[in-house]
RNA sequence: GCCGAUUUAGCUUAGCUGGUGGAGCGUGGGACUGUUAAUCCCAAGGUCGUGGGUUCGAGCCCCACAAUCGGCGCCA
């Protein structure tokens, strides 16, 4: 059995006049004892179908009568165009086969009041409300959240494409490691590796790829790869995840200022991508297809972390020099962004050791961080590393940092280092702001938060 | 971790000053030859999140717990 005839196809009008056999599922179901309207969906669109009990005969007009939402069935019949029906195309039917069932004592669970949960304010609640998440399994066959990861796959696929267009090469790092990448975050623990007699030896699910991709950067200079990343922080946000994708790259011989140029190739690049591969998608789930093309062709402007607290305290924040800035100060200054700002220079004391002190000043470190308009924030966090030996001993050592765990990343630059740098870019975060999705579990099939591990 | 909110049928929800819980969708049965979330008639479906308390009487008041959501902190 090899599928030929997709409804996408059908409603471009490519089999007009002509006989097709159509396999799908039933999105929707009306009509008379005489007349049925199916609504028939496969993964590319949907087309309406029209039985008729003098074409179809007592026994398949029966069958059809009953249908119940979601059973799978092969359909033949001509297509031809038509102005009443949706999508501009139908099928009248000349024989149906069933395929899969349903049970009409389990009939298909979501419905349109399923999907139109709001959260106090009023706003839909696709990707936060309990029963659709806890339906992940069925929901992913709905039409918002299918364009949702077709918009996923379209992202995945740019930023595959902007890397190797750029000469970077795929490279992957563990997931188990022995050490944290960020200082404060929470790692996962993987118990199995235990060892009685080294207790205190712990495992943890990775946080990020970086470390391993310094150590391949003497080898292959410019790296990238896709990959999940896990964090255990209690963050009850639309923004967080436990299990995220995370694009990262490094780069050899390079500057802060060279690595945000590919952080904003490849941004700009997923947006363009999105735009060429999906406008249909984004107009279904009523994206605005000006913004996701202001943020395709525009350059993203450049900001010193002095700069932004200066127009915070203008604005009446409370923020004083030497502080991160936290998501609600990041959120007041993405307010007047049209597109993403990078942020850059941040006071030593906010960044952990990793990052390079800048030889001009040295209250700075050379990082940068990208931050999404229409309050989706950190999309992307990088910068210059650390990359001498002894600079690296001394930030350690001044962090109180333990040194046994980043051993074999101490040793990767006694040996010829050389100026590098790379950024992590939070993949579902990038596809969520595209999207302008509710929540960043609208982005990902099966979400993991702090409270979600199922389905 | 902190703060706030929610929990009534498979789903979405109404429920007055505390007095035997209503509806829409879906499901089952029936009517209808051009429907667009079809329409119309009928039926089934509920120990009101769990446990305790106040009361003659609790979906409603009080306490505890749980699940979930939202905001914050942390970050991609």
Redesign the pocket.
């Known amino acids: 059995m090899v599928k030929t005839t997709w409804i996408g196809d059908v409603q471009k009008g490519q089999y007009n006049g002509k006989e097709v056999e159509l396999m799908g599922w039933i999105k929707?179901?009306?009509?008379?004892?005489?007349?049925r309207?199916i609504?028939l969906r496969d993964s590319t669109g949907s087309i309406?179908c029209?039985g008729?009990?003098?074409a179809l005969g007592e026994k398949s007009f029966n069958l059809l009568?009953?249908i119940?939402?979601e059973t799978s069935v092969i359909l033949k019949g001509v297509v031809s165009a038509?102005e009443?029906?949706?999508g501009g195309h139908?099928l009248?039917i000349s024989s149906m086969e069933i395929v899969g069932g349903v049970n009409?004592?389990r009939?298909?669970?979501i419905?349109?009041?399923?999907l139109?949960?709001?959260?106090?304010n009023g706003s839909p609640?696709y990707?936060?409300?309990?029963?659709l998440?806890n339906h992940r399994h069925l929901y992913l066959r709905v039409g918002r959240q299918t364009t949702m990861l077709k918009l996923r796959s379209s992202a995945f696929g740019a930023i595959h494409n902007y890397f190797r267009g750029q000469e970077f090469i795929e490279y992957q790092a563990p997931n188990f490691v022995a050490g944290a990448v960020?200082?404060?975050?929470t790692l996962f623990e993987v118990p199995y590796f235990q060892d009685e007699d080294n207790p205190d030896q712990k495992v943890y699910l990775t946080q990020?790829w970086q470390l391993y991709a310094e150590a391949a950067m003497p080898a292959l200079e410019r790296l990238y790869t896709i990959a999940p990343?896990f964090?255990a922080?209690?963050?009850?946000?639309?923004?967080?995840?436990?299990e995220?994708w995370?694009a990262e790259m490094e780069m050899a011989w390079a500057n802060n200022n060279d690595i945000m140029v590919h952080g904003e190739g490849v941004v700009r690049h997923i947006a363009k991508t999105m735009l060429d591969e999906c406008e249909q998608e984004l107009t279904s789930i009523d994206r605005d297809l000006d913004l996701v093309a202001r943020y395709a062709d525009n350059p993203y402007p450049r900001m010193r972390y002095d700069e932004a607290v200066e127009i915070l305290q203008g604005k009446g924040v409370k923020i004083e020099w030497g502080e991160?800035l936290?998501?609600?100060?990041?959120?007041v200054l993405t307010k007047d962004f049209d597109v993403p700002h990078f942020l850059t220079h941040y006071p030593k004391i906010a960044k952990p050791f990793y990052h390079r002190v800048d030889p001009d000043d040295e209250k700075y470190v050379l990082c940068h961080?990208?931050l999404a308009p229409e309050g989706y924030?950190?999309?992307?966090?990088g910068g210059e590393r650390t990359w001498t030996e002894k600079e690296i001993l001394e930030r350690i050592d001044e962090e109180g940092t333990p040194r046994d765990p980043y051993q074999f990343y101490i040793d990767v630059r006694s040996y010829g280092g050389v100026p590098h740098g790379g950024f992590?870019?939070?993949v579902?975060?990038v596809v969520s702001w595209l999207a302008g999705a509710?929540?960043?579990?609208e982005v990902i099939p099966f979400p993991r938060?702090s409270?979600?591990f199922t389905p």
């Open positions: 929707r179901e009306r009509g008379s004892n005489k007349l309207f609504v309406q029209v008729k009990l003098d009568k009953g119940l939402i038509s009443k029906a949706p139908e009248q009409s004592e009939p298909f669970p419905n349109e009041d399923s139109r949960v709001v959260d106090e609640l990707g936060g409300s309990e029963f998440l960020e200082g404060g975050s990020s990343s964090r922080e209690q963050s009850r946000t639309r923004r967080h995840l436990t995220f995370h991160d936290d998501h609600s100060k990041e959120s961080d990208l924030g950190e999309i992307i966090g992590g870019l939070g579902d975060r509710t929540s960043i579990r938060t409270r979600r």
